[in-house]
């Protein structure tokens, strides 16, 4: 750092603001880089410099900032405030200790800018987060009900008016073919068989006939259903906990063909 010559160190006793402006102008700096670098308002820098005393605040703070100061330029501070005390006006410091008891005032420090600070509305956040809060509901209220449009259809099951069921229900086995209900059905003849499938729970159940006609496939939710179709059938069901089937109103045993509680088998009656 490069000091202000012997003869300026020594005009200290007589001038300190001389001595400083001098030292600042051969430190090759602006009062606006001594003030941003030191805190100090411009106008303080410039008082010193001008030694006016009615421009600076009080007396200690004065003082301070020409010590400060003098630190910064590389000048003796102990001259420079012994100097400062020297041509502080008499007036001002039995005023200054008359202030003492006063209440603390704003001393000179840079003003910061408040114009551009941002300023948050508690309000204004609490509705930008509800609004998000809505957004997001409406988004998987969307998401859910697109993916039960898209959701594949369960197939559908031949349904059997009550007319049939009972007829069913009363078909006799016998050569003559003629049930109890005196209905004139006769499997061997018209060569068709009934399924009566319950379902306890959700099951993925599969069955043809021998036609090749699916009369159920896919997952299949709790529920009865009634089939009819060409034996033999061939039957899948991938948990047969779930599933109770009759042939024709006889039981079948699904167990007799379940490993590992899935079923794959041919029935006819």
Known sequence: MTTPSSNTQSNAQGSFGAVLQQARKHK?????????ELFILKRHLEALETENFTELPQAAFARGFAINYAKYLGLDS??????????????LKAKSINNTNTPLRPMGTLQRDTHNRIRFNPLLI?????????AVFLFRMVSNASQENNAEPVSTVEDISAIEQAQGAAIDNDT????ASGSALNLGDAGTAFLNM????????????ASGNSLIS????????????????????????????????????????????????????
Do not use: H, R
């Open 198 to 209: 319950k379902l306890t729970a959700d099951a993925v159940v599969s069955i043809t006939d």
């Open 218 to 269: 896919g997952t299949q939710t709790a529920g009865d259903y009634d089939l009819s179709g060409t034996p033999p059938f061939n039957v899948q069901i991938d948990n047969i906990d779930n599933v109770s089937l009759m042939l024709n109103q006889q039981a079948v045993a699904l167990e007799t063909y379940a490993t590992d509680k899935q079923a794959t088998f041919e029935l006819t009656p």
């Open 176 to 179: 003559s073919g003629v049930g």
């Open 78 to 91: 102990a001259k420079i405030a012994s100097s400062f005390d020297t041509a502080y006006p008499k007036e």
């Open 28 to 36: 090759k700096v602006s009062l606006e880089e001594v003030a941003a």
């Open 126 to 134: 609490l509705g930008v987060v509800g609004l998000i809060i809505l």
